[in-house]
Nanobody
Framework: QVQLVESGGGSVEAGDSLSVSCVID?????????MGWYRQAPGKQRELVAS???????NYSDFVKGRFTISRENARNTLNLQLNSLKFEDTGLYYC?????????WGQGAQVTVSS
């Protein structure tokens, strides 16, 4: 079955940068699908923060626009997110999945912690 495996993240101070990555196993149609990065803060609902179409075109939520960059490597079934100028409010567990509808089982996520 399709497996979503996130890695990266970490713990930094406000203003610093991090990156997260996701490898999607057993997903032959990866290059044809819109993909997204989602995040969930403790006790809060998961939210979409960025998405990328098969063409490479991107969309960002207003609260990350200008600071985060989503990219994909189709040959390696890999989705990336560069997180710059981090704020305390960016803290959460970051997940990759199809967008706008997440069809598969969620992975474990990658933890991003930002200290103010």
């Amino acid at each position: 079955q399709v497996q979503l495996v996130e890695s990266g993240g970490g713990s930094v101070e406000a203003g610093d940068s991090l990156s997260v990555s996701c490898v999607i196993d057993n997903f032959a149609s990866f290059s044809l699908r819109t993909m997204g990065w989602y995040r969930q803060a403790p006790g809060k609902q998961r939210e979409l923060v960025a998405s990328i179409y098969k063409s490479g075109s991107t969309n960002y939520s207003d609260f990350v626009k200008g600071r985060f960059t989503i990219s994909r490597e189709n040959a390696r079934n890999t989705l990336n997110l560069q997180l710059n100028s981090l704020k305390f409010e960016d803290t959460g567990l970051y997940y990759c999945h199809t967008s706008p509808v997440p069809f598969y089982s969620w992975g474990q996520g990658a933890q991003v912690t930002v200290s103010s």
